[in-house]
């Protein structure tokens, strides 16, 4: 499809499970976001790749959390021994370039994966 | 500090009446963008308006305005003739660029809820 892709799109999970989540951007995009929403919230920044630089991890929340990006497109964000406040929707993000004045440089969602851990 | 504010509690309207939504950001960076986001009951987020420090006039896409003061650092929505379908949370964001071309995550505000009346 033309827009941000993201699996499962609904994945409950006992507690102290790993779980993967997959984010395939829109073609072309080198910069891609991870966010997560708890219930009613506002969005949490996790992590931003950008072509081939050092990825900002400045939002994970802890070292459970982790993401890699291979060959600059698909991302995986991975949940180690996850607890209950770790339910909440993560939101797959992805733009051109890093910034600049060209609404080209606009970010745009995929539906979310829903996670619940039970 | 916040970056983003937005402190209107939940907003009302009558259908084909005009609204504002207020956001007000905060940066040192004399290069960014300012976006609104839309996102109804079914969580996807829906790009609306984009606005850059640099541009000259005000963004205005279809029914979706953005009231742009850079001096007093607010960039409020206008939506005018509102629509039942306009019912959503709607998000204010801001990315700041950073020259490096590292850092540019989107930051986001806590959300205003809207609710069109018929």
């Known amino acids: 499809g033309a827009g941000v892709s993201q699996s499962p799109s609904n994945k409950v999970t006992e507690k102290g499970k790993d779980v993967e989540l997959r984010c395939d951007p829109i073609?072309?995009?080198?910069?891609l976001y991870w966010y997560r929403q708890s219930l009613g919230q506002g969005l949490e920044f996790l992590i931003y790749?950008?072509?081939?630089?050092?990825?900002?991890k400045s939002g994970l929340p802890s070292d459970r959390f982790s993401a890699e990006r291979t060959g600059g497109s698909v991302s995986t964000l991975t949940i180690q021994r996850t607890q209950q406040e770790d339910s909440a929707v993560y939101l797959c993000?992805?733009?051109f370039g890093t910034g600049g004045r060209s609404p080209g440089n606009t970010i745009y969602f995929g539906e979310g994966s829903w996670l619940t851990v039970v | 500090a916040q970056k983003i504010t937005q402190t209107q509690p939940g907003m009302f309207v009558q259908e084909k009446e005009a609204v504002t939504l207020d956001c007000t950001y905060d940066?040192?960076?004399?290069?960014?963008?300012l976006f609104w986001y839309k996102q109804p009951s079914s969580g996807e987020m829906i790009f609306l308006i984009y606005?850059?420090?640099?541009?000259?006039q005000n963004a205005t896409e279809g029914r979706y305005s953005l009231n742009f003061q850079k001096a007093r650092k607010s960039a409020n929505l206008v939506i005018s003739a509102s629509q039942l379908g306009d019912s959503a949370m709607y998000f204010c964001?801001?990315?700041?660029?950073?020259?490096?071309?590292?850092?540019?995550?989107?930051?986001f505000g806590k959300g205003i809820t809207l609710s069109v009346r018929p």
């Open positions: 993000a992805s733009s």
């Open positions: 073609s072309g995009h080198t910069a």
């Open positions: 790749f950008q072509g081939n630089s050092a990825p900002d």
């Open positions: 940066t040192s960076d004399p290069s960014y963008g």
């Open positions: 606005q850059g420090s640099y541009d000259q």
């Open positions: 964001a801001m990315r700041e660029v950073v020259r490096t071309g590292a850092n540019s995550k989107l930051t």
